[in-house]
């Protein structure tokens, strides 16, 4: 039989690629896998003892490396100005936890510490994060309204009496109507509240140190960009609606259900005629110097060398005008009331309480490692460097385990004062110490100064630190240009954060966007193949002018796993692309055959053996190649989908060849057993190349067209 390439083509014949010969590897079985493993974790020497500390304690590698004149400057610069925004921002945020002011200063100065030991990164501010707290509040007010206490506002507003806290139900006043017995103790509503916070957290960092045994790290990649993105929009939106009542000095109490954001804009407006004007002038006035402040912050931060500290020039501003004009005696305005000095000394955290929070301290973990993991990721790309992320997850994991020992709840990083201390020259985390230390001044001296401040002054704080992820509204347009898909996973996380609830719109998110991937699945591109001139190359004729088709072969190639999910949208691509559907061709050969034996039956009807002639089935090729480059993997119904169309064309006289297969679906097809009994047909069939597979096509004898061409009856 003659060549049917071109003349072109018998030139790049020897670029032509046969078999390649695959190499031989022992796979171990499960259980030699699992004994290797546990052998080399109880190995113990010195050496490893000292690499395992070493590597669960980062400080002690790069501490003594400090180059003291070259980066204490930018350290303590750095942090002293996170120090000085994180102290208003931790009594605020206690605001969305449902806490006292006192634990959020907690919270900030043991994180900054044990971060600063176990954290690999060097500029990661990790501590009290919005968003976690909005999250550890919803739990922490709902399991106090199921216990029976009122959720009403100022459940204390006496001066503090020395260093501890007084949690007696006296010290409540009226609004405590209700004590619990907690581990043997009468335990009134702050009580109550810290215990479920510690008790959340602990299960959070256990959740996270478990994580990071089991290197389920990977659990990040299902939380696509857009979709964390969305839900920090969707969980801004019910913050700010959380923090409005503040604003305008309602005593509502906060929901307890799905619909908060809803739900509580009704409240506020059906109780709008109880505004405190007070609290209304005294929001106005701190938010326009805030929101002016980071206005000039962000248009002269090339010529300004340390930020603007806004936050603490209104907190001393609007304390000590609370204190001078009586705001809240003389306008009824709600005040942080007293913040004691020194420390709580330390208690386990309730395992009775954690059986109530069991999970819900999921989405906090799984939330929290991976804002920090992408932070520390970020930063250490733009300065050069790298981060281990399992040891990240450790470290983040021991920053909510050992502070939950010491009144402290969920902690993670945050972009704001990470990039703070970006900008402002941090080197290492020795500025985690400074801005430890700056926390712990206020702790042991200065605490008792911002009993006055009145509780819209933290809410502005609040709400202004949202502007970052509520402008993320005016990128849909752009992000819609850019990826249909992102914008959608994008504009349903939000809404059923913002709408249902944070839980559920985590999960919806998450949902949504694998669900996204899957119908990207179910849309493939496909494409029929021609060839580049003189050369062995081929692409798509439909993206590409002047691409040569090959006569009698036709080169399709699908962009998609084949899986039990689209396999009936690989076969009608197929179909389609070739114009050539095996069962309908079948049906009009017998169909012909049939009307041929009539019409020969009618023009002889006395023969008894009817002879007619030959029925014509020729048809425009005789070869399918396909281009299997953009096939990742198959599955036991994409297998079984490969030989079925192997077997359906081939008995309409086409052969079927395979090209470009990686070794993944290569070993699915052998199990399948298409390449027939011992891979016996694998040469003939498998090609690694589609010019490969073209050169066979043309060159190999034309078994298969003569049998689609006279078929006598």
């Known amino acids: 039989m003659g060549s049917l390439l071109p003349d072109n083509m018998e030139d790049s014949k020897s670029s032509v690629i046969g078999p390649l010969e695959r190499r031989v590897r022992r796979r171990r079985g499960p259980l030699e896998v699992i004994k290797s493993k546990v052998n080399r974790s109880l190995t113990c020497s010195v050496p490893r003892l000292k690499g395992a500390l070493t590597g669960l304690f980062p400080v002690v590698q790069w501490l003594p490396k400090y180059k003291l004149k070259e980066y204490v400057w930018g350290d303590v610069m750095s942090g002293l100005i996170v120090g000085i925004i994180l102290v208003p921002q931790a009594i605020a945020y206690c605001l969305l936890a449902g806490l006292e002011p006192v634990y959020g200063l907690y919270t900030s100065f043991f994180a900054n510490i044990i971060y600063f030991l176990m954290g690999t990164s060097r500029h990661v501010s990790v501590g009290i994060f919005s968003l976690m707290s909005l999250m550890v509040g919803q739990v922490v007010n709902r399991e106090v309204y199921l216990a029976g206490f009122d ?5 204390k507003q006496g001066p503090a009496s020395g260093g501890a806290l007084n949690f007696t139900e006296e010290s409540f006043g009226a609004v405590m109507n209700v004590s619990i017995k907690v581990l043997d103790m009468e335990c009134g509503k702050e009580c109550y509240a810290i215990g479920i916070a510690t008790a959340l957290t602990f299960l959070a960092g256990i959740y996270q140190v478990l994580m990071a045994v089991l290197r389920l790290g990977v659990v990040s990649v299902y939380l696509s960009g857009p979709m964390l993105d969305g839900f920090a929009t969707g969980a801004s939106c019910t913050i ?9 000095g309602l005593k509502i109490p906060r929901y307890q259900g799905y619909g908060t954001v809803v739900v509580t804009w009704i409240n506020i407006f059906k109780n709008i005629q109880n505004t405190n004007f007070c609290d209304m002038i005294t929001s106005a006035i701190c938010i326009s110097i805030l929101v002016a402040g980071k206005e000039l912050q962000e248009r002269y931060k090339d010529r300004l060398k340390i930020p603007i500290p806004t936050e603490l020039v209104v907190v001393a501003g609007a304390t000590i005008a609370s204190h001078f004009a009586d705001f809240h005696g003389s306008y009824s305005s709600s005040i942080s009331g007293a913040i004691p000095t020194g ?9 009775d309480m954690m059986s109530r929070v069991v999970f819900d301290a999921i989405p906090l973990a799984v939330i929290s490692f991976a804002f920090t993991v992408s932070l520390s990721e970020m930063f250490a790309k733009k300065h050069g460097y790298s981060v281990r992320p399992n040891q990240e997850m450790i470290a983040i994991g021991c920053c909510n385990i050992i502070p939950s020992f010491f009144h402290c709840f969920t902690t993670s990083a945050a972009l704001a004062k990470t990039m703070v201390k970006d900008s402002t020259g941090c080197q290492t985390q020795v500025s985690s110490i400074v801005s430890a230390f700056v926390v712990l001044l206020v702790l042991l001296f200065f605490a008792p100064f911002f009993y006055a401040l009145q509780k819209c002054v933290l809410a502005c704080i ?20 850019l990826s249909k898909a992102d914008a959608v996973v994008w504009i349903v996380t939000m809404a059923s954060t913002a709408l249902i609830s944070v839980e559920l719109g985590l999960v919806v998110g998450v949902m949504f966007s694998m669900m996204c991937v899957v119908a990207q699945t179910q849309t493939p591109k496909v494409s029929l193949l021609g060839q580049v001139d003189n050369s062995s190359h081929y692409d798509d004729t439909e993206e590409y002018h002047n691409l040569q088709t090959i006569p009698k072969i036709k080169i399709f190639r699908f962009q998609s796993p084949l899986y039990y999910a689209n396999k009936h949208i690989f076969l009608k691509s197929l179909y389609k692309a070739v114009e050539l559907e095996p069962f309908i061709e079948m049906t009009r050969r017998r169909k012909a055959t049939k009307k041929a034996k009539q019409l020969a039956k009618k023009a002889d009807p006395t023969n008894g053996e009817v002879s007619i002639g030959l029925v014509h089935n020729d048809l425009e090729f005789h070869t399918i190649i396909l281009d299997g480059s953009y096939i990742p993997f198959i599955d036991s119904t ?10 359906d064309y081939k008995e309409v006289g ?10 993944s679906v290569i070993d699915s097809l052998r199990r399948g057993a298409f390449f027939g009994p011992a891979d016996k047909d694998m040469p003939s069939l498998l090609f690694h190349t589609v010019h490969s597979a073209v050169v066979f096509a043309s060159d190999m004898p034309s078994a298969a067209a003569a049998a689609a061409g006279n078929t006598p009856v």
Do not use: H
């Open 151 to 155: 959720l009403d506002e100022d459940t």
């Open 240 to 248: 700010l609606t959380v923090q409005a009542k503040y604003l305008l």
């Open 343 to 351: 420390f709580i000394p330390p208690k386990v955290p309730a395992l």
């Open 462 to 481: 609040i709400i202004v630190s949202l502007r970052g992820a509520l402008r993320k509204f005016r990128d849909v347009p752009q992000m819609w240009r």
């Open 638 to 647: 994409g297998t079984t989908t490969f030989k079925n169309v192997q077997k």
């Open 654 to 663: 086409v052969t079927v060849l395979l090209a470009c297969c990686n070794t």
